[in-house]
């Protein structure tokens, strides 16, 4: 048992946070994009990431032949980790479950099209797999692909497709075999974002930033752009997440708001008298730094299950999923009860504490118990693989 | 980075689990509740010719000279089998203060029969209306001659009766100094006090009880430092138990969700039964990990001043809820005698409540970070 990096290992995460620190760019690293810093959406943060690929820092798991450097999947959650620390965008979704995915099942074109241009952060892909009708039942994906000559014609809905008002191209979910029960009739494609025939509608949050809906009339895929096997599609959507787990759910941001929140405290004051000598304050900050230990050392458990290269650590996953996301809700809910009236001061405002950055992040964190299999499917995962109790739904 | 198990520990956790399934059955857990003396022979003298009891005091002194991180390992069978045993104030707190400043004299004569299993010492520490902290320790040690005089009074004295010495916490002049004290020296009375978690507890009184120079262990006013101390990594340890008892509580609860058929389909088929059982393991199973890492920077020197204290205060919560959530889905058996649910639901609130309770630790973990 060992809880340090090794020597390694260590080496590289001090690389990273040493070169984050050579440059560090305000416009590109903000905090207050909360959960969104991830994305690289504007010119600057897709440059960012241009400078990260040159770095030779995408890919690094991939097989050498396609020009990855075949290493543990451990520097990719360093980097990441290191990477949400700084606000910065993180390796995501083409190195990860898109990139992966294509390795293994894409065709010969689709490989030699889009690998390079992901390692040379070149490209950026929205995925597109829940629907009005698939949301926890994600495998009830209605949009429709009919076979035509020379390709397949897509026709249906997509939602809360994150990625869609920037993207490039489009990894879908959609049903090619509507006579074969539902988890078979499923196929992935890649969908070039400026089809004409597909419309792209932003959907307000109360967070920050958009999601979308994304609508298909009649959007035509060429036959060479169906990824991997007819009716695999399902298969390969969870293959690609038990294969992604490295770079899932960054516990830095996290962290990063409990240190936040704890500086603050130590030098506020109420009524003229240090908040931090306040007994529900300092109750509340010891559960919040005491959460946060057990978050990373359910994090250290996935990673260290991942590692291990045996079955892929779903279990620890969802573990891992369900804890931190109701933590990283709660900080955000504690940071407000702590700040009391002043924390209503909406975001961005100089007179609000932080400047609004818990008011923001009380927003921002709530579809995070939701997104990416809500509390209670991860639950059910829990309930049902690592208990051994029966089927509940 | 690993979370693997060496050779050697797995051994250490296979060795535990054979010797308690086979010499601690809860059985013998139910008969131990309130017995006055509360050492099960046959289950104790096994520990201690294991090497259990030795665990983690030095070979020099006969013991196994092992980690706490092992130790932990063995905190969370003894948890999960409920081991009605004085492991914890002898082998760990007393065998740990003597270690940490007895003299060489005290060591001698203490820790080869602790690691043995011979003699049990038993730390007298909280007192009737008072703390858990230093000013918590009002039993005055006065100066007499060459020695002290003890007067007052300590509450939750564990395995009084059986005790071959006491470690006393009592306030001198220096402050707050530990005393090496027999407990059938004259001025000494013990009462057995019943507790909710049914081991034996005493409370204790001191009527002018004399404790000679030597008796002292380490320096004048030394005594709260070295207690903070073993407190500490000893916790660490109590965690590991919680997490053991929880453990096995879920698993009970998982079987008999499996097998109890009501609305024509086993119980653990209905979402908010497996739900409650979903968060429990996941509390658990990240407690035992913060746990492990705890023990682990204990073991490479580094401070526990904020881990020990999470551990603890997480882990015990982590027991309590589960035995809470654990009996809805028992129902109105787990409130019976008949069955073991009420066994668990008992010790995991009198383990949050003893050796730091959760606003004590709370409080030591926000000035750790706050101050």
Known sequence: MDFDFSPEEQKFAEEVENWLVENRDPVVMDHHRENFTQLSDTPERRAFMKKLAAKGWLGMSWPKEFGGQEIEGVYEYILNEALSKHAAPQIGKGVGIIGKTLIRHGNDFLKEKFLPLILDAEVEFAVGYSEPEAGSDAANMQLKADKVEGGWLLNGQKMWTTSAHFADWYWVGARTDPDKPKHDGLSLFL??????????????TIGKDTTNQVFFDDVFVPDEYLVGKQGKGFQMISEALDLERFTMFTLSPIANRSDVLVDWVKEAKRDDEPLKDDTNVRRTIAHIVTDTAVAKALSTRFVCAAKSGGKPPTIESSQYKLFTTSLSQRVCKDALDIQGHEGTI???????????????????????????????????????????????? | MDL???????????????????????????????DPNGVPTELWGQMGELGLNGLLIPEQYGGGGLGLLEAAFVYEELGRAMAPVPHFVSC????????????????????????????????????????????????????????????GRKRSVPYAAVADQLIVLARTEAGVDLFLVDPNAAGITRKQLLSQGREPQYQIDFDGVTVSAEDRIGEAGTGWATWNACMHEGIILLAAQAIGGADRCLTETVDYANQRIQFDKPLGAFQALAHYMADASTRIDGGRVLVHEAAWNADQGRSVSR?????KLFCCEAYRETTRVCAQIWGGVAFTIEYDQQMFFRRAKALQLSWWDTPYLEELIASDVLD
């Open chain 2, 307 to 311: 881990f020990g204290p999470m551990a």
């Open chain 1, 191 to 204: 969908v070039d974002m400026d089809n004409p025939n597909l419309e792209v509608q932003s959907l307000p």
């Open chain 2, 92 to 151: 760990v707190m007393s065998a740990k203060v003597l270690l940490a400043a007895g003299s060489d004299a005290q060591k001698d004569a203490w820790l080869g029969k602790i690691a043995d299993g011979s003699a049990i010492l038993t730390p007298a520490w909280l007192e009737p209306e008072r703390g858990q902290g230093e000013r918590g320790i009002a039993l005055e040690a006065k100066s007499e001659g060459d020695g002290f005089k003890l007067t």
């Open chain 2, 4 to 34: 693997d198990l060496a050779e050697e520990q797995q051994m250490v956790i296979d060795m535990a689990k054979a010797m308690l399934e086979e010499h601690c059955p809860t059985q013998l857990v139910r008969d131990m509740e309130d």
């Open chain 1, 346 to 393: 909406m975001e961005g405002q100089d007179d609000a504490p932080l400047r609004g950055r818990f008011e923001g992040a009380y927003r921002a964190t709530m579809n995070e118990t939701v997104g990416g299999g809500s509390s209670e499917i991860q639950k059910n995962i829990i309930a049902r693989r690592h208990l051994g109790l029966p089927k509940n739904f």
